[in-house]
């Protein structure tokens, strides 16, 4: 599985932590930046990981800023995506399991990069229940779908 992970200047340092405890997983990580703790706009790496899934260049992505909220917003405008701001291993689990979320989201001033570590595990490792939770999230693409039709009438 291929994962992409990005973040702003706020989550440089937690990225870096992150992005390396995966090194030794079985998951392929493409880094989208940004590479320092210059200051960059989180909407600009939210948009090309959240494109590179909508393309199926990649399968998940993990996206963090300050407090992981900018990040989920951003990547949550392009079409079909679903990202979900993160701080307990639960939800990250419930985040794959009941929603079929392709993006974790974390707050770096919000949470420490242990509980970080934690929660791309239990997030990378579940998978989406279809039986339980198909129908409900059908309903989010097809409302989605029926906006994206009446913007281009
Ligand atoms: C900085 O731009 C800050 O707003 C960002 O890191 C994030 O917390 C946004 O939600």
Do not use: W
């Not at 989208?32 to 703790?37: A, E, F, I, Q, V």
């Not at 079409?79 to 291993?89: F, K, Q």
């Not at 970080?116 to 409900?136: D, Q």
């Amino acid at each position: 599985m291929k994962i992409g992970i990005g973040c702003d200047h706020n989550g440089y340092n937690f990225k870096e932590i992150i992005k390396e405890h995966l090194k030794e997983s079985e998951f392929e990580i493409i880094d989208y930046g940004c590479h320092s703790c210059n200051a960059v706009d989180y909407p600009d790496v939210a948009f090309e990981v959240s494109k590179d899934i909508g393309e199926k260049r990649i399968d998940r992505g993990i996206l963090i800023c300050g407090t992981g909220l900018g990040v989920a917003i951003a990547a949550c405008k392009y079409p079909g995506i679903r990202a979900a701001t993160c701080h307990d291993v639960y939800s990250a689990e419930r985040a794959q399991k009941s929603n079929n979320a392709q993006i974790i989201t974390m707050g770096a001033q919000v949470i420490g990069p242990e509980l970080g570590k934690k929660l791309v595990e239990a997030f990378l490792n579940s998978s989406f229940n279809e039986g339980r939770s198909g129908k409900k999230v059908q309903k989010i693409i097809d409302k989605e779908n029926e906006f994206i039709r009446q913007g281009s009438n």
